[in-house]
């Protein structure tokens, strides 16, 4: 498979490309949603023995969600980036980053990939909450890990970070039917 060409249909915050696309001498079209890279963090206050995430509205899917801490990758330097948007959204500083992994978000319509990472935090030095430059609302939740095994989330890059969680300790993750309504 080969793209033959790529022309930008819009370009705001987001853009979107068509292409076109050759396999065994056939062409066809498609579309592409850019987004950019992204960055994640599942935290965890090793003061407060108490995992740190964050809750906001998500306009794409029109309610709040649970999800950990994350931005859009800067300076294609994802450690500096999770680190900056951990201080942002919840005030602390990280003082152990660990790599999960790497995931492609929707890899059949969109190019972003998403820098998974676990951080442990001790300090609180800031408020935290985003900034209101980037109309960002985010409330602070803090949970045990027995609250966190009794989660019932919708958001892939944070049910990825909890079955890491998971497997890292031995233990199986409870798994209700997620409800999007």
Request: glycine share 6%; with cysteine.
């Amino acid at each position: 498979m080969k793209i033959k060409q790529k022309q930008t249909i819009y370009e705001g915050f987001y853009t979107f490309s068509k292409l076109i696309v050759e396999e065994n001498g056939e062409t066809f079209e498609r579309e592409q949603f850019d987004s950019g890279h992204g960055v994640a963090a599942l935290v965890y206050d090793t003061q407060q023995d108490k995992y740190i995430f964050v809750k906001q509205y998500r306009y794409n899917v029109g309610m709040e969600l649970l999800e950990t801490v994350a931005g859009v990758l800067e300076d294609d330097d994802p450690e500096k980036t999770i680190r900056k948007e951990i201080k942002e959204e919840t005030g602390y500083t990280v003082d152990k980053l660990e790599h999960i992994r790497d995931i492609f978000t929707l890899p059949g319509a969109c190019t972003e990939k998403i820098y998974l990472y676990y951080a442990e935090v001790s300090q609180k030095e800031a408020a935290g909450g985003g900034l209101e430059e980037d109309h960002e609302h985010v409330k602070i939740v803090s949970l045990s890990l027995d609250e966190v095994l009794q989660l019932n989330l919708a958001d892939a890059k944070t049910l990825i970070a909890l079955q890491w969680l998971a497997a890292r300790k031995g233990i199986t993750l409870n798994s209700p039917e997620v409800k999007l309504d």
